[in-house]
């Protein structure tokens, strides 16, 4: 079936680089990609979104990239810090005329910030 | 309080039982889901609600399953004769609308079928 997966499931990464994480997505109908942080015992956190007529697009210390052409998804973070180790999902909508909340979760990386 | 709340944090009930997951979400957000996260795996969506409605049920897997908003704030997931492979996080999230994936989760509900 359709679905979002991931490279990756595990980055490790010094204190201050930078993180890239990425994804891959099948559905060629999405047209609204999310990216969420999950910290261990808690719900997903918004991070940052981005539309099929986009390209990029930044948040504080966050970018995100969309290339459509090979349907893929990367999310870069600047200068790591270790309160950003946690998983990251990518998620992906094609609902058209529904809800933008049904979303498609890929599995999810694993990041590790050393200090 | 401030952000999305669910109750009760752990069930642990027996197969065959029935089980309801309260949440409680950010006041004013119109829009309500539930997804449920097995061990390692992303949030898979369940239900959609706007308002008062069920706009959007097709993730329940099947008929066992059930939920209701009926003053369009809390909501309630039912449960039926619960089964083993029930055992998973659900999660409560809400929003400002439907025209965005920007959703607030709560810390979910573990739920344990013995």
């Known amino acids: 079936g359709e679905s979002v997966g991931l490279h990756l499931p595990t980055l490790s990464v010094q204190e201050g680089d930078n993180s890239i994480i990425n994804c891959a997505y099948s559905n060629s109908a999405s047209d609204y990609f999310i990216w969420y942080k999950q910290e261990s015992g808690k719900g997903p956190q918004f991070i940052i979104d981005?539309?099929?007529?986009?390209d990029k697009r930044q948040g504080q210390r966050v970018t995100v990239l969309l290339n459509k052409t090979v349907k893929h998804l990367s999310l870069q973070i600047a200068a790591t810090q270790p309160g950003d180790s946690a998983v990251y999902f990518c998620?992906?909508?094609?609902?058209?005329?529904?809800?933008?909340?049904?979303?498609?979760f890929g599995k999810g990386t694993k990041l590790s910030v050393k200090p | 309080g401030a952000g999305v709340s669910q109750t009760p944090s752990n069930k642990v009930t027996e197969k065959g039982k029935y089980v309801e997951l309260r949440c409680d979400p950010i006041?004013?957000?119109?829009?309500l889901y539930w997804y449920r996260q097995s061990l390692g795996q992303g949030p898979e969506f369940l239900i959609y609600f706007q308002g008062t409605g069920a706009a959007d049920d097709s993730g329940l897997p099947n008929d066992r399953f059930f939920a209701v908003r009926p003053e369009g704030s809390v909501s309630t997931l039912k449960i039926q004769r619960t089964e083993r492979g029930d055992s998973a996080v659900y999660l409560c999230?809400?929003?400002?609308?439907?025209?965005?994936?920007?959703?607030?989760f709560g810390e979910g509900s573990r739920l344990t079928v013995l």
């Open positions: 981005i539309r099929s007529n986009m």
């Open positions: 998620a992906e909508n094609a609902n058209y005329g529904g809800s933008q909340g049904n979303l498609i």
């Open positions: 999230a809400s929003s400002r609308g439907r025209h965005t994936g920007e959703l607030f």
């Open positions: 006041s004013g957000h119109t829009a």
